[in-house]
């Protein structure tokens, strides 16, 4: 069974005796469909001083972070692109493959709880703005035509509907607990739901990449699909008014949502399964 982490590995509001900046390794499993407890999973946190930011002491922290969890993970997320080579390397030393994704739903929150009530009570704490991660927006890229597909809507769900994701007929996808984003059973959730006869491979093809978020972009008029934290893919050209009206009624219903939205592939109307669906959320909006 997969077993995902989320990882970060950065500074903190902190400093020690000698006025240095203490660093953190953060850790937790990901949550990975609609009815898991987050609580019940694994999390593992240690501090560093400035002096042991780099892999081989990255790598310890994670060999100490795997003997203490149930079970060892499978794949590690993390977000902070300025790290990259160095997350990398460490998980790379330990046989584990490491991806940049905007899906480390969980250890956001995990870091907002630190950042209000762990890291005020550390007497090296320096209160100040905590600086946000942007993620700088590369040229979108054109799908191959064989993964486009014929036709495609908006569409809208309840989250309590989405509660039962995990009794679909679903080949490839991904959830997370939507009380992760603090939303009701009644929240209306957008989403955008894709048919083509090629539902499998397209849906195949998705399940290789780290699907960040569905988004529109009104200079462009394009609906893109973002993945890893910053490559973009053109699902579509919205050439038409009413199309691109569509899109920003998309865009504020994600707002509203806090920024969670699903994308979705089917080979028809007419069919119950889903060759592809993912729970998504635009980091932006949450």
Request: glycine share 4%; aromatic share 10%.
């Amino acid at each position: 069974m997969t077993t995902i982490w989320e990882l970060d590995f950065y500074s903190r509001p902190l400093v020690d005796e000698n006025g240095k900046k203490i660093w953190e390794v953060l850790v937790c499993e990901s949550p990975l469909d609609v009815k898991t407890q987050p609580d019940a999973l694994f999390r593992y946190a240690e501090y560093c001083a400035s002096t042991e930011v780099n892999s081989a002491h990255l790598q310890q922290v994670l060999k100490t972070a795997i003997a203490q969890a149930p079970k060892p993970p499978t794949r590690i997320r993390f977000f902070r692109q300025a790290m990259n080579n160095m997350i990398t390397k460490a998980c790379e030393e330990l046989g584990i493959p490491a991806v940049l994704s905007l899906r480390t739903y969980r250890l956001t929150q995990w870091l907002e709880q630190r950042m209000q009530e762990e890291y005020p009570q550390h007497p090296g704490f320096q209160p100040g703005t905590n600086p946000s991660v942007s993620f700088a927006e590369t040229a979108p890229q054109v799908l191959p035509d064989a993964l486009r597909g014929e036709k495609w809507a908006f569409v809208t769900l309840e989250a309590a509907a989405l509660e039962e994701m995990t009794d679909w007929a679903i080949a490839f996808g991904e959830g997370f607990p939507l009380r992760l984003a603090g939303l009701e059973p009644a929240a209306l959730i957008p989403g955008l739901l894709i048919f083509t006869t090629r539902a499998t491979p397209m849906a195949a093809w998705m399940s290789g990449l780290e699907l960040g978020m569905v988004s529109f972009d009104p200079e462009l008029k394009q609906l893109l699909l973002t993945t890893g934290v910053n490559n973009r893919w053109i699902l579509a050209s919205l050439n038409s008014s009413p199309l691109q009206t569509e899109a920003k009624n998309f865009t504020t219903a994600k707002q509203i949502a806090q920024g969670v939205h699903f994308l979705a592939i089917q080979a028809s109307p007419d069919t119950e399964a889903f060759a592809g669906f993912w729970l998504l959320q635009d980091p932006k909006l949450a």
